[in-house]
């Protein structure tokens, strides 16, 4: 029988993961601070733990702010772009799996939080996405609340200068999106060129293992090229499934049946104005082959 401590961590556990894959942007980081996380809970005083809940959301906090800083060497060593590890869910759409998947953070905002500080980072997720009050964001920090929301001012400002100012709904982000998969699966590059910003920007995240773009690519003719040389490249073997990524409509690129890439985008008056690729096949894992 499962001991009550296990019982209130399991309970827990999603709210946890969610927090550490936030504040990382790597499944297996993630998974792996909600494990030490655990690990220190089933070894505290139980007396001086009040609050189970409480507990667990600081010490994730604090353990995803430390990995944060200890990788920044492996990531300044990083091959190319790095995007963040892609949670995809290739379902058919219910309102089960879209509720199940509606608090997710699109990829496009986790590329921009990869610009904050780690305290800029803990803080905005903490009082913006979580909604925990200054209070528990000082204490989870160890600042001073002042000095917690001059955090999330600053991680404010940054996300305002860098992350698209503009929102669409999921059903025109579909639409839209169909109709380039349409286009891309049939090599459609004139049909390609409509359904992009003439300032679209292209990035892609192979991570070193494959061959990927080191820059960002920009502009409709570069980004439609790109897409129409793929599939020539390849003819008759390169499939497109619509899927979720990190809660939003996008594309999973199958080729001879096995996973090529993820990709991510963001609309803009009808148009796809920033395409995020991941490539990395270290961030593919569990992603299915093609039926």
């Given at each position: 029988?499962?001991?009550?401590?296990?019982?209130?961590?399991?309970?827990?556990?999603?709210?946890?993961?969610?927090?550490?894959?936030?504040?990382?942007?790597?499944?297996?980081?993630?998974?792996?601070?909600?494990?030490?996380?655990?690990?220190?809970?089933?070894?505290?005083?139980?007396?001086?733990?009040?609050?189970?809940?409480?507990?667990?959301?600081?010490?994730?906090?604090?353990?995803?702010?430390?990995?944060?800083?200890?990788?920044?060497?492996?990531?300044?060593?990083?091959?190319?772009?790095?995007?963040?590890?892609?949670?995809?869910?290739?379902?058919?759409?219910?309102?089960?799996?879209?509720?199940?998947?509606?608090?997710?953070?699109?990829?496009?905002?986790?590329?921009?939080?990869?610009?904050?500080?780690?305290?800029?980072?803990?803080?905005?997720?903490?009082?913006?996405?979580?909604?925990?009050?200054?209070?528990?964001?000082?204490?989870?920090?160890?600042?001073?609340?002042?000095?917690?929301?001059?955090?999330?001012?600053?991680?404010?400002?940054?996300?305002?200068?860098?992350?698209?100012?503009?929102?669409?709904?999921?059903?025109?982000?579909?639409?839209?999106?169909?109709?380039?998969?349409?286009?891309?699966?049939?090599?459609?590059?004139?049909?390609?060129?409509?359904?992009?910003?003439?300032?679209v920007e292209f990035r892609a995240d192979g991570g070193g293992k494959?061959?990927?773009?080191?820059?960002?690519?920009?502009?409709?003719?570069?980004?439609?090229?790109?897409?129409?040389?793929?599939?020539?490249?390849?003819?008759?073997?390169?499939?497109?499934?619509?899927?979720?990524?990190?809660?939003?409509?996008?594309?999973?690129?199958?080729?001879?049946?096995?996973?090529?890439?993820?990709?991510?985008?963001?609309?803009?008056?009808?148009?796809?104005?920033?395409?995020?690729?991941?490539?990395?096949?270290?961030?593919?894992?569990?992603?299915?082959?093609?039926?």
């Amino acid at each position: 029988m499962k001991s009550a401590d296990l019982l209130v961590f399991e309970a827990l556990r999603p709210r946890l993961f969610l927090i550490a894959y936030r504040m990382l942007g790597m499944r297996a980081d993630a998974e792996d601070v909600v494990q030490d996380a655990w690990l220190r809970y089933s070894a505290s005083v139980r007396d001086d733990v009040r609050s189970a809940e409480a507990w667990l959301v600081t010490i994730t906090t604090r353990l995803s702010i430390d990995r944060l800083r200890s990788r920044k060497t492996e990531r300044d060593a990083y091959t190319g772009w790095w995007l963040p590890e892609p949670v995809v869910e290739i379902v058919e759409d219910t309102p089960e799996a879209a509720a199940e998947l509606a608090s997710d953070v699109s990829v496009a905002m986790l590329w921009v939080l990869e610009r904050l500080t780690p305290e800029e980072r803990a803080a905005f997720l903490m009082r913006k996405v979580f909604d925990q009050d200054y209070g528990d964001v000082a204490a989870m920090l160890g600042k001073s609340e002042a000095a917690c929301r001059q955090l999330v001012h600053r991680a404010q400002e940054r996300i305002r200068q860098e992350s698209p100012r503009f929102t669409v709904s999921k059903s025109m982000h579909r639409v839209v999106l169909e109709q380039f998969m349409q286009a891309a699966a049939n090599a459609d590059r004139a049909a390609m060129k409509t359904l992009l910003s003439a300032d679209v920007e292209f990035r892609a995240d192979g991570g070193g293992k494959v061959e990927s773009l080191h820059k960002v690519l920009i502009g409709t003719g570069r980004v439609a090229g790109l897409y129409w040389a793929v599939d020539n490249a390849f003819r008759e073997r390169v499939v497109y499934k619509m899927a979720r990524v990190n809660g939003e409509p996008g594309l999973v690129r199958y080729i001879d049946g096995k996973v090529e890439s993820v990709q991510s985008f963001c609309i803009h008056d009808g148009t796809i104005s920033r395409i995020y690729v991941v490539r990395n096949p270290d961030k593919l894992q569990g992603i299915p082959l093609l039926q």
